[in-house]
């Protein structure tokens, strides 16, 4: 597609509930990305996916928090049991393997855990 | 792990005065981008940074990368209302993902 397509916009679970969010990330873009933004403040990396290889899960807050990337394109970051802190905007982003370009970042998913 | 720091958090402005938002990393970088978010937007990629004492424009925005690599800055020269947003600064070190700063928020005021 033209662009990052990241659903659904909006979700509201109850706590206790298991989430998942899709990004469907730009045709071609090998390099995938999930960043989360709470209110007000700055983008905190989750997870990395490059092409094959195994992804960097360094910023996984939790065991809560797992993703993965079918067929080296759309990904799904899911998270178990939420809590209230996991409140927050989940951006996704894709980019060209080379370290020259930027990053295409989603709309985002708009999580209220209630 | 790799920190990025950026100063101020807030700033208002008149129309018409200068901005300027600072970016400092823990650790050398590789490379430096900038993004804008809009409010209530994504961010969106700006420019970025390679070069040692790099210094790039885009009409009114001059983006500089430091002489040892570790720090940047993003001036905006007469700022409009259409600049209003967060501007977020992101270094690349040894990692393969970019880091991001906690971003400055610009208002300004007509």
């Known amino acids: 597609g033209a662009g990052v397509s990241q659903s659904p916009s909006n979700k509201v679970t109850e706590k206790g509930k298991d989430v998942e969010l899709r990004c469907d990330p730009i045709s071609g873009h090998t390099a995938l990305y999930w960043y989360r933004q709470s209110l007000g403040q700055g983008l905190e990396f989750l997870i990395y996916?490059?092409?094959?290889?195994?992804?960097?899960k360094s910023g996984l807050p939790s065991d809560r928090f797992s993703a993965e990337r079918t067929g080296g394109s759309v990904s799904t970051l899911t998270i178990q049991r939420t809590q209230q802190e996991d409140s927050a905007v989940y951006l996704c982003?894709?980019?060209?393997?080379?370290?020259?370009?930027?990053?295409?970042f989603g709309s985002g998913t708009r999580l209220t855990i209630v | 792990g790799q920190q990025v720091m950026q100063i101020p958090q807030y700033q208002h402005v008149q129309e018409g005065e200068d901005f300027t938002t600072y970016c400092n990393s823990s650790t050398t970088l590789s490379n430096i981008q900038w993004y804008k978010q809009r409010p209530g937007g994504h961010p969106v990629f700006l420019i970025q940074?390679?070069?040692?004492?790099e210094v790039k424009k885009q009409k009114r925005l001059t983006f500089q990368f430091g002489e040892a690599k570790k720090n940047s800055s993003l001036h905006i020269t007469a700022t409009q209302t259409t600049d209003v947003g967060t501007y977020f600064c992101a270094g690349r070190g040894s990692a393969r993902q970019l880091t991001f700063g906690s971003g400055t928020q610009l208002t300004v005021l007509p």
């Open positions: 982003a894709s980019s060209l393997v080379r370290d020259s370009y930027g990053y295409t």
């Open positions: 996916f490059q092409g094959n290889s195994a992804p960097d």
């Open positions: 940074l390679v070069k040692s004492g």
